[in-house]
């Protein structure tokens, strides 16, 4: 299990990351989550012991990082956003340099060879130049070398960025076979597929985690706040506007499409039954053609709770 208490990070005056407290428990998989500047990558970072914290403390498996020896860190793989590799290298090649710089006696890497190729799908792979590989499989190169010394923290910033749909699934496999013996930790601007491959997400916003949980439970926690329904309003978008503006009952809205005499709004309301709303419409003589509760996606979640944060 990790625990994470009030860690921060600073550059002078400037928070990275500040007061982050969660906990993972053992083999999940993990989603960082943020807009750009939100303190993502900071923070897996430092969980990899590559960046020391301003403050704050992290516990693996009940071991302070901090004052963790060299045998215990060795436990961790890190994949950057940028696959660390030796391009002119065979991947056996690679991975083979990279279990000697990690002490792997030749022995032990010949038996955990054949694991990590079949775990990142790099089957007929293993004598290819990397350079000669697309994006896709230098990526399960990267995890690949993350792993070779069979660690029980596994570390992901950006796998799946630059990737094709089909790169993007095949990607997806990969990870989640991770967990069988692993925590897997990544980070990612993917939301949907992060939905799809992880067991927990951590929500972050100019360093700070405003929100954690699953899929479900996040959508859950932003349904208590408000009510999201989906309208079709008969009129000119202008008059729709600002009429809808004037309800004090609707939190906020947003035009989702424009058709020839109507609009599909989304709107917000703040604790009230969409049926409630009706009259409120009809008050102020917009035309309703239909009306159904929006569905909550991992989008709609991101956007709800990370607006107006980016830097």
């Known amino acids: 299990m990790i625990v994470v208490e009030s860690l921060s990070r600073y550059y002078g005056d400037f928070a990275a990351i500040e007061n ?17 500047g939100a303190g993502k990558s900071t923070t897996l970072k430092i969980l990899a012991t590559l960046l020391s914290p301003s403050n704050g403390k992290i516990e693996i498996d009940g071991t302070d990082l901090e004052s963790a020896p060299v045998s215990f860190r060795s436990q961790i793989g890190f994949l950057p956003e940028e696959p660390p590799l030796y391009k002119e290298m065979t ?17 032990e890497f010949t038996q955990r060879f054949p694991t990590v190729i079949e775990q990142c799908h790099l089957k007929g792979k293993e004598e290819a130049v990397i350079n000669t590989l697309s994006l896709g499989y230098r990526k399960r190169v990267g995890i ?7 660690p029980k923290l596994i570390i992901l910033d950006e796998p799946i960025s630059g990737l094709d749909p089909l790169q993007i699934a095949e990607m997806r496999s990969v990870i989640r076979a991770l967990s069988t013996n692993a925590t897997v930790l990544l980070s990612s601007h993917n939301l949907n ?49 600002k009429h809808l503006s004037e309800i004090e009952a609707i939190q906020s809205f947003d035009v989702e499409e424009e058709r020839e005499d109507s609009l599909i709004v989304g709107i917000a309301l703040n604790q009230i039954q969409p049926e409630t709303l009706v009259p409120l419409l009809v008050e102020r003589s917009i035309g309703l053609r239909a009306l159904q509760n929006a569905k909550s996606e991992l989008e709609e979640i991101f956007i709800s709770l990370t607006k107006g944060g980016s830097q």
Not at 21 to 34: A, C
Not at 91 to 107: D, I
Not at 144 to 150: F, L, S, V
Request: net charge negative; charged share 20%; with cysteine.
């Open 20 to 36: 982050l407290t969660f906990q993972i428990d053992s083999k999940e998989v993990v989603g960082f989550l943020g807009l750009n």
């Open 91 to 107: 991947v056996k090649g690679f991975l083979g340099h990279v279990a000697q710089l990690r002490g792997m006696p030749p022995s």
């Open 144 to 150: 690949a070398q993350a792993i070779i010394h069979n």
């Open 193 to 241: 597929e992060v939905s799809e491959t992880c067991d927990k997400l951590l929500i972050l916003n100019n360093g700070r985690l405003i929100a954690q949980g699953t899929t479900a439970e996040l959508a859950s926690n932003l349904s208590e706040s408000n009510i999201r329904i989906e309208a079709e309003l008969v009129g000119s978008r202008k008059d729709i506007e």
